[in-house]
């Protein structure tokens, strides 16, 4: 087992590691960019060296200053987390290059799908279902409009390295089809480095489901079941369940398999996450494959009984997958709200600044992975999530109820959030009743039942 270990994140997920380690008896590293310094990952890990200046391409993103850290740290493990170097291959092998141990899928399965042209190409070969689409890059204008025709109308045209809803646009028709091939590419440069796009069949409003996996360096591979993330706002998650609501046991078994034939085709080891597709009539479409920790991991965690940070590290230090991960089974309901600092007022524009006074709420069931307290001032260049709000019930309903709760427990004051937003929709008769897709969000804004206050939240 390794003896320290040093976290290239920052916040709530930094701060899950951290926690992990010192579960297994590991020394942690925090590193930190000045605008971090009063984080929580700062104050908890053993050990914290700053990195460098605010902005992540000054800081979390500087591969050379992290592994100076790691050097004088004496560090014999790097957890990536997600996000910012979590699925770069060349950092992992920066990593291997020095003898610290990455904390993540080898290089060639991060290579091999971690390019979302390759993915495509290994799930075509694995029989794993793709939505039409082009064979691959497609960079020219004349392939772009042949392709475009060919599928038909609405299309996506997608980032090959893309992630977060960026690099994404969608044509309905010729006039909008190459305003919106040029917007992709150059925001998939910008957001990137690469500006590279493929062209696939938009499926209106389908089921976002996602198959959690996990495999050894012995061979050892198997699914935890899938999440449904379904509800999203401008291609991003805001709230996620486990079990999916969608889900039958005959679907379940095919797009388990699915799964991991797909990552066996790669060699996979540690966790992992297939997405898929899901339309109306239950035909799935591979989506994509991240090779990293999941935020949505927590739900998994609550529903199968295990860690997956610590099957990380285990994974990682050589050891077998855990008997009761290889047996896992599903015990509960869990359902995850990312609790942001956006004002869903101003459509969901960034709310960064001091936070006041902060209550989370607790009891049973009720799970909270943040690093925002009382006085802590939320940065302006990172991500907008401070917490994840997570509850467990016996049941869907339970779990519903225990949410509808804990959202009324939780005050954050100082900076707006999206905890009025979220209980609106833990209210919404069509998510009660597990009827939702990825339009559901859209839908719901639009509703003349639903009203937005100077709160910034909303309410029947």
Request: one cysteine or more.
């Amino acid at each position: 087992m390794f003896e320290k270990i040093l976290i290239a994140n920052r916040g709530e997920i930094a701060l899950r590691v951290i926690r992990a380690c010192k579960e297994l008896g590991i020394r942690t590293l925090a590193v930190y960019s000045d605008a971090d310094v009063d984080s929580l990952h700062v104050q908890l890990a053993d050990e914290s060296i700053c990195i460098g200046a605010a902005p992540s391409s000054e800081s979390y993103l500087k591969i050379d200053r992290i592994m100076s850290a790691a050097e004088v740290g004496d560090v014999d493990a790097i957890h990536p987390g997600y996000g910012f170097l979590a699925e770069n291959a060349h950092f992992a092998e920066v990593c291997e290059s020095c003898n610290i141990r990455f904390i993540g899928p080898p290089v060639s399965a991060m290579r091999a799908m971690g390019d979302k042209n390759l993915a495509r190409q290994h799930a075509r070969k694995s029989g794993v279902p793709l939505t039409p689409g082009s064979d691959g890059i497609v960079s020219e204008e004349k392939e772009a409009f042949r392709v475009a025709k060919k599928v038909g109308y609405p299309i996506m045209i997608k980032a090959v390295a893309g992630g977060g809803g960026r690099g994404m646009r969608v044509a309905h028709n010729d006039a909008s089809f190459l305003p919106s091939f040029y917007a992709a590419r150059m925001e998939a440069e910008k957001a990137f480095g690469n500006g590279d796009v493929y062209i696939e069949k938009l499926i209106t409003n389908p089921h976002h489901i996602e198959f959690q996996i996990v495999g050894d360096s012995h061979g050892h591979l198997v699914h935890l079941g899938e999440r449904d993330c379904s509800i999203q706002r401008r291609n991003q998650k805001v709230i996620e369940e486990c079990p999916s609501p969608l889900m039958r046991d005959s679907l379940r078994k095919k797009m388990g398999h699915a799964a991991v034939k797909l990552a066996e085709s790669v060699s996979y080891q540690n966790v992992g996450t297939i997405e898929f597709l899901v339309d109306n009539d239950g035909h799935f479409y591979f989506l994509e494959m991240n090779c990293r920790i999941q935020v949505e991991h927590t739900i998994t965690e609550e529903v199968y009984g295990c860690d997956l940070v610590k099957e990380q590290i285990r994974i990682a230090a050589g050891e077998h997958l855990s008997p009761h991960i290889a047996k896992a089974w599903p015990r509960s309901h869990a359902i995850q709200c990312r609790i942001n600092a956006e004002d869903p007022t101003h459509a969901f524009q960034a709310s960064p600044g001091k936070i006041q006074f902060y209550y989370a709420p607790g009891g049973r069931g009720v799970r909270i992975d943040s690093h925002a307290y009382t006085g802590y001032v939320v940065p302006p260049y990172y991500d907008s999530m401070i917490a994840k709000l997570i509850t467990v019930g016996a049941s869907r309903d339970s779990a519903i109820d225990r949410m509808r709760r804990a959202l009324d427990e939780y005050y954050i004051t100082g900076i707006r959030t999206t905890v009025g937003f979220h209980a609106a929709i833990m209210r919404s008769k069509e998510f009660r009743e597990g009827k939702y897709d990825t339009g559901f969000v859209e839908r719901l804004m639009k509703s003349e039942k639903f009203e937005l206050t100077s709160a910034g939240r909303l309410h029947e």
